[in-house]
Structures are given as structure tokens and as C-alpha cells.
């Protein structure tokens, strides 16, 4: 089901002449001449459509630097003026819209912090009624798209239709390079139920390292994200919050200038065709896929049958490592990705215990007592 938000296009509320669309400045503002320094730097970069700047900052533990506060928003605004930058601050709180609001801020954004609960979003969107402001939504900290969506109709039902969520990626406990893993599935799901809703990706607070940043815009410039939040800092060796992952001006620079922007679509007409082509090669394979699945799972359940009729239980662990075993190698050989693989299959084996649960457990008229929904077996 699509979501049924009323929002203004993009270009309505951004200047959308830069491409990529580059949201830049430093994680915190820290002292008036380094947000400043930063700023004109940023802007004589030409790429940078608008400064952000945390100044009131959630910090994971107490005692360490939560910002500088409301004087920030004096630095900010004369950043602005100085520079013609629209300006952008993290808002956690009433009291941070109201201020916020009265210095003039240009884009509000909601960090991962607060997105996850839906009171302080709640507040957040009672404090903006009345107000024509843009607000971005970052992502939740944990990977729950509907609490993402959620916060995303209460802030649209304060009234505020210049909206766009940050796509800046999610804690997990395993450790991988990523500082949070990026899940783009979870944004691609969002885009799919709301084509309208521009996304941005925040590079910086997924890799936790400049060594990644470019990898990751590229793929969300390629996944047809709408601009990047990229955080930068004059000097960011010397940061007080985020030091690693903070780029110089220069340096956004030259990543940008790497960046390769594509077209969602093609006005080419030999393209389209080719584009058609390959696309009916794939859906054909596809029918093909999806036909074979139901045969397989036929002989499952004549499995089931055979099984209950023996009082044999439905998993035979030795069965199933075969099979993994087999299709890893086959899938190499392939040159498929064994991670996928092996995905797949733990699919497609969980659908055949759960046909042969049913089977099992029906009663002598045939009718399912206990019917599961899909279940997804973990390794
Ligand atoms: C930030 O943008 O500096 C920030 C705190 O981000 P997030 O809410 O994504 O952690
Ligand atoms: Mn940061």
C-alpha cells in the first residue's frame, strides 16, 4: 500500500541546480571561527547547497560534548548572511523548534535519536504547527521501517509539506566496517511506498570513517537518491564530535568531482529497447524460477505425507547440511555469491518445513490445526 502523504516536490523548497544535492558542515559547531571558516570554504566550493550544524547534540554517553547550544544559532545566522547558505540544525524538542524557528533556521533535521520515539517526534510536530518549514527525518537508530514512516506522517500531519527523509543507516550489534550498517532495502522499501518522498543518504554517520564515503554516495547516487548530507569540518582531526568521519572542503571537493551521476531513465530510444529487451529475458527466467519453486514444493509435501505416514520427524540435520553444502559449491562454481546462496536456500528450506508442519499436523480430515505463517530459518 502506497503511503498517502501530501508533500511539495524537492525543487520547491531546495535549490536543486547542484547535482548531487550537497548538504555540508560540521557535525557540531564548535567555536564562531570554525563554523565560519568551514562555511566560506564550503561555499566557495560552488557544490554545497546547504550548511548544517548540530549545535544541540545527543550524546550516546553524559559528559562529553553536547553541543554548544543557542549561541550556535547566532554563528549560524550570520554564516548564512555572510555566505547566502540556507542553514540546517538538529532539532530534539519543543524548545529547540522554537528557537530554532525564531533565529531564522532555513531546514530542520530529526536525528536517528529522536526519530526512534514517536513522543519526542510527537512534540517535535505539535511545536511546528503553523510553521512553513522544510524537516528532514533521519532514519530510526534500530532497522524498523514503520517507525521511520511513522515519524514521517507525524510530522506531515502537523501541516509541514516540504518533507525529505536521511537515509544514514543502522546500529547492529554485530561490528562491521560500517559504523551503521546501510540496510538500503529499508530505504528502497520507503522510496517504493512513497516515490514522491525525496531520500537523502548520509554517508558520514554510516561508514564512521572518511575511507568509505565515497563508496556509499555512489551507491545511493546510484540508487537514485535525491542528494547527500556529508559532514565537513576545516579541520577534522582536531573535531570535538564525529573526528573520523568529517571530510575538509577540499576534500568534499574532490569526492564530488569522482561522483558519477546517472538518469533514472534514458530518453533514448535504443537504450529503452535494449533496457526492454533484457528486462523480458529476466522476467521470463523469473516465471521459470517461480514455476520450479512450485514443484519443488509439491514433492515437499509429498514428502510430509511419506514422512507422517512413518512417524519420521521433518528435519534430518545431516539432510540439510548435504544441501547447503552442495549448493555452496554449485553456486561458486556459478559464480554466484555464496552469502546469497546460502540465503536463498535457508529460504526456501524454511518454506518446505513449514508446508511439511501443515501436513503433518492436519487432522484426519486433511484440515490445517496449527497453520504458521513463513517462517524465515536463521544458520
Ligand atoms: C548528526 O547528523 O550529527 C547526527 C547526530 O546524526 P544521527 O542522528 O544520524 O546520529
Ligand atoms: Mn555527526
Request: hydrophobic letters at 40%.
Amino acid at each position: 500500500m502506497k503511503l498517502n502523504l501530501n508533500i511539495q516536490p524537492l525543487n520547491s523548497w531546495i535549490d536543486t541546480k547542484n547535482e548531487p544535492l550537497l548538504i555540508s558542515g560540521p557535525c557540531s559547531a564548535e567555536t564562531e571561527e570554525q563554523l565560519l571558516t568551514t562555511a566560506h570554504l564550503l561555499a566557495a566550493t560552488g557544490k554545497v547547497s546547504v550548511l548544517r550544524a548540530g549545535i544541540w547534540k545527543p550524546r550516546t554517553r553524559p559528559g562529553e560534548f553536547e553541543g554548544i547550544g543557542s549561541i550556535g544559532l547566532e554563528w549560524l545566522n550570520r554564516a548564512k548572511k555572510e555566505t547566502g547558505l540556507p542553514i540546517a540544525v538538529e532539532v530534539a524538542n519543543a524548545k529547540h523548534v522554537e528557537e530554532a524557528l525564531a533565529a531564522g533556521v532555513d531546514i530542520l533535521w530529526i536525528g536517528a535519536r529522536s526519530t526512534v520515539n514517536p513522543f519526542t517526534v510527537q512534540e517535535i510536530a505539535d511545536a511546528l504547527q503553523g510553521h512553513d518549514v522544510p524537516v528532514l527525518i533521519k532514519n530510526p537508530i534500530n532497522p524498523d521501517l514503520q517507525l521511520w514512516i511513522g515519524a514521517i506522517e507525524r510530522i506531515n500531519r502537523a501541516g509541514i509539506t516540504k518533507i525529505g527523509a536521511i537515509h544514514r543507516g543502522f546500529s547492529s550489534y554485530e561490528k562491521t566496517s560500517f559504523r551503521n550498517e546501510p540496510m538500503w532495502e529499508l530505504a528502497i522499501q520507503l522510496k517504493t511506498l512513497c516515490p514522491e518522498l525525496p531520500i537523502f543518504n548520509d554517508p558520514s554517520h554510516i561508514c564512521g570513517n572518511r575511507e568509505l564515503i565515497p563508496y556509499i554516495s555512489q551507491k545511493a547516487l546510484d540508487l537514485d537518491m535525491q542528494g547527500l548530507m556529508i559532514e565537513s569540518h576545516v579541520d577534522p582531526t582536531v573535531a570535538w564530535t564525529d573526528a573520523k568521519q568529517q571530510l575538509t572542503p577540499a576534500a568534499l571537493v574532490e569526492l564530488v568531482d569522482k561522483l558519477t551521476v546517472r538518469e533514472p531513465e534514458s530518453a533514448n530510444e535504443d537504450f529503452k529497447d535494449h533496457l526492454t529487451t533484457l528486462r523480458e529475458s529476466i522476467d521470463k527466467i523469473d516465471d521459470i524460477l517461480l514455476q520450479k519453486l512450485g514443484e519443488r514444493m509439491a514433492i515437499v509435501a509429498k514428502i510430509g505425507e511419506y514422512k507422517r505416514d512413518n512417524q519420521v520427524t521433518i528435519l534430518q540435520v545431516n539432510r540439510w547440511d548435504a544441501i547447503i553444502k552442495k549448493g555452496t559449491a554449485f553456486a561458486k562454481a556459478l559464480k554466484l555469491d555464496v552469502n546469497f546462496t546460502e540465503k536463498f536456500l535457508e529460504l526456501v528450506h524454511g518454506e518446505s518445513i513449514r508446508r511439511q508442519t501443515e501436513i503433518m499436523n492436519a487432522n484426519k480430515a486433511g484440515e490445517v490445526i496449527a497453520a504458521e505463517k513463513h517462517v524465515e530459518v536463521k544458520a
